[in-house]
């Protein structure tokens, strides 16, 4: 409890920090936004389109769209300037964290905090909140506790991935074109019905597990059971 405190005392330094500059975190935040806007409309575009994905109609992609950036923008709040960690070890910055009696993974998390991830929480609401009212989906205490429960297990799962791939700079001393691939993975297949892939990269997302970021929790919620190429039980899993 008391590593906790302090990770969080520290943490609402950094946050302090960031917003000493106004400019900045206005910037930042309008750069989240428009980046995760225009990722959506080309989604949109292909929707309106087609009308449906791998059965799935605009609203149901939407809510899962919406889960997926939830989840994302949780992960990433306070792993945002993990890009960093490269340049901190290749110049022995790191080392620091090794002399103060408090974990090095903690100290580096509370370091910095990167105000864009508010641009990409904002846009995962606007998405949820447009969708929520449309798709079908009976919101009982014990659906909204399940979908709460699905997104930050999908955070947990997206994060424990970024920091898994950014903790290779030890070993690799560089790490960029790893996390791009990771990166383009999740963007790529996180955002779709998991039934318009091969079976054999259903399989592959599943054991990545991409699939439990979103899609599982959305199948559940959407009454979608039937497509699922697993046993039910593992669809609850994401937590």
Not at 33 to 54: E, K, L, R, T
């Amino acid at each position: 409890m008391r590593t906790a405190r302090t990770a969080w005392i520290l943490e609402r330094a950094a946050i302090r920090a960031q917003m000493q500059y106004k400019a900045n975190f206005i910037s930042m935040t309008l750069l989240g936004i428009i980046y995760q806007a225009s990722a959506f409309s080309f989604v949109a575009i292909v929707m309106y389109n087609s009308g449906v994905i791998g059965g799935w109609v605009f609203e149901e992609i939407c809510f899962l769209y919406g889960l997926r950036l939830l989840a994302h923008s949780l992960s990433i709040l306070p792993l945002s300037h993990l890009w960093t960690l490269d340049s901190m070890v290749r110049e022995a910055e790191f080392d620091r964290y090794l002399l103060r009696p408090m974990s090095p993974f903690l100290q580096f998390l509370t370091s910095k905090f990167q105000m864009s991830a508010a641009g990409d929480l904002l846009v995962a609401s606007i998405i949820l909140g447009y969708a929520f009212p449309r798709v079908d989906i009976d919101f009982s205490p014990a659906t909204v506790t399940f979908l709460m429960a699905g997104v930050a297990g999908g955070a947990l799962v997206e994060a424990s991935i970024q920091v898994a791939v950014a903790s290779l700079v030890f070993r690799t001393l560089n790490t960029m074109s790893f996390r791009i691939f990771v990166d383009t993975i999740f963007n790529l297949t996180g955002n779709y019905p998991l039934t318009i892939f091969s079976g054999f990269v259903q399989s592959f997302l599943i054991a990545i597990p991409i699939s439990f970021v979103a899609y599982f929790p959305a199948v559940v919620a959407l009454g979608k059971e039937g497509e699922l190429n697993v046993p039910l039980w593992v669809a609850f899993l994401t937590l």
